[in-house]
Nanobody, 119 residues
Framework: QVQLEESGGGLVQPGGSLRLSCVPS????????MGWYRQNPGNPGNQRAL??????????QYADSVKGRFTISRDSTKNTVYLQMNNLKPEDTAVYYC??????????WGQGTQVTVSS
C-alpha cells in the first residue's frame, strides 16, 4: 500500500512561514487531485476541511481563509505536492493532512503533520 509522507510542520510565530511537503512512497496512477486538508480538535464539529488542492489539469482551489497567504504547487516529475504558508495566524493551528484523490474518488491520506502558530 502506498503511503503519503508529509514533512514541514512545526511551531511558528504569527506572521511567520512554513512549507509543507508530501511525497508518495510509490507510484499512484490515475490521480485526479493533490491537496491539503486540516483538522483542529479544538474547533466545533472537528471536521477535516479543505485548505488547498491542485487538480491534475493545473487548476488550484483554496479555502477562502487562506487565499492570498497560502500557495499550493506540485512537482509532476516526483508526484510531490507542496503548501507554502505565509503570514500564518493562530487560527491556522491544526493538523494538516496530505491527500491524493484518484479519478474513482479513492483517497490516500498522510499521517498528518502538526502546525502550531503561537507567540
Amino acid at each position: 500500500q502506498v503511503q503519503l509522507e508529509e514533512s514541514g510542520g512545526g511551531l511558528v510565530q504569527p506572521g511567520g512561514s512554513l512549507r509543507l511537503s508530501c511525497v508518495p512512497s510509490g507510484t499512484i496512477f490515475s490521480i485526479y487531485s493533490m491537496g491539503w486538508y486540516r483538522q483542529n480538535p479544538g474547533n466545533p464539529g472537528n471536521q477535516r476541511a479543505l485548505v488547498a488542492r491542485i487538480i491534475i489539469n493545473g487548476e488550484s482551489q483554496y479555502a477562502d481563509s487562506v487565499k492570498g497567504r497560502f500557495t499550493i504547487s506540485r512537482d509532476s516529475t516526483k508526484n510531490t505536492v507542496y503548501l507554502q504558508m505565509n503570514n500564518l495566524k493562530p487560527e491556522d493551528t491544526a493538523v494538516y493532512y496530505c491527500n491524493f484523490r484518484k479519478w474513482n474518488d479513492y483517497d490516500y491520506w498522510g499521517q498528518g503533520t502538526q502546525v502550531t502558530v503561537s507567540s
